[in-house]
């Protein structure tokens, strides 16, 4: 067989064993190989462990974009210093990710400003890192998708969107209000990933004023809180807000 034909032969090979790195690469590994003396497991121990590596580079992308997160946020850039009180060791415990394995639940309370959300992205990215099925929302994008799902009969496939990952992160719960549809339709998710799925959540508001939040329905934020507190705790985060120190040190 020519080495042009070996080539072919080999690219064709590669490719039914879906190896694209060693398709694109394997011509200057082999190089590579031939200057540094390289015995044949040698070539093949680092070809595939360049392999393995770009497999666990795409499988990362591919988590994130389905995670839809905001833009890149990570522990090291929350200033902990700056909020009034925060319970950081807590908090920093969460970031190992083995509450998900136990379905365990999170909500993080506080003021407009003090980085919950901040907080909540360096979350989803360190689960999508560790190789869990992540999901971010906000609150009302989610009620608002699931109100639309309903109308058009296809409310079961879009809860599974919500359903499925190992972890959801929802944001911003008790900035909009939120009518009797729309409730009740948090609460199925809720009710959905009970025992089964973990959640993080993020509110500026107090367990006590949930049921303002959810239509004046006192008893299903009750049921509501019930199962995400079962196995579950709440982090407060006392202090000003971020962006209006950023206005005041610019003025």
């Not at 700056?82 to 970031?95: D, G, M, S, V």
């Not at 909540?120 to 999508?128: I, K």
């Amino acid at each position: 067989m020519t080495p042009n034909k070996l080539h072919q032969q080999l690219t064709a090979d590669l490719a039914k064993l879906r190896l694209p790195y060693s398709i694109e690469n394997y011509k200057q590994m082999l190089a590579e190989a031939e200057s540094k003396k390289w015995s044949m497991l040698q070539f093949l121990a680092h070809l595939m462990a360049s392999e393995a590596a770009c497999f666990e580079e795409r499988a990362l992308d591919r988590r994130i974009r389905y995670a839809h997160l905001p833009k890149d946020k990570t522990l090291a850039d929350y200033d902990f210093h700056f909020p009034k009180r925060i319970a950081k060791q807590k908090l920093l415990n969460y970031f190992d990710c083995d509450f998900i394995r136990m379905a365990h639940n999170l909500v993080i309370i506080g003021n407009q400003g003090v980085g919950k959300t901040h907080l909540l992205t360096a979350l989803g990215y360190r689960a999508c890192r560790k190789g869990i099925s992540t999901r971010f929302v906000r609150v009302i994008d989610m009620i608002n998708n699931l109100t639309a799902a309903q109308q058009q009969g296809t409310l079961g496939k879009a809860l599974k969107i919500y359903s499925k990952p190992a972890l959801l992160l929802l944001d911003e719960l008790g900035y909009l209000p939120v009518d009797k549809r729309g409730a009740d339709l948090m609460f199925q998710v809720v009710a959905a990933r009970y025992e089964s799925g973990s959640m993080v959540i993020t509110t500026n508001r107090p367990f006590k004023n949930w049921g303002e939040i959810l239509d004046v329905d006192t008893t299903l934020a009750s049921a509501m809180i019930d199962r995400l507190m079962h196995h579950g705790e709440a982090i407060v985060i006392e202090g000003k807000s971020y962006r209006v120190k950023d206005r005041i040190m610019d003025s």
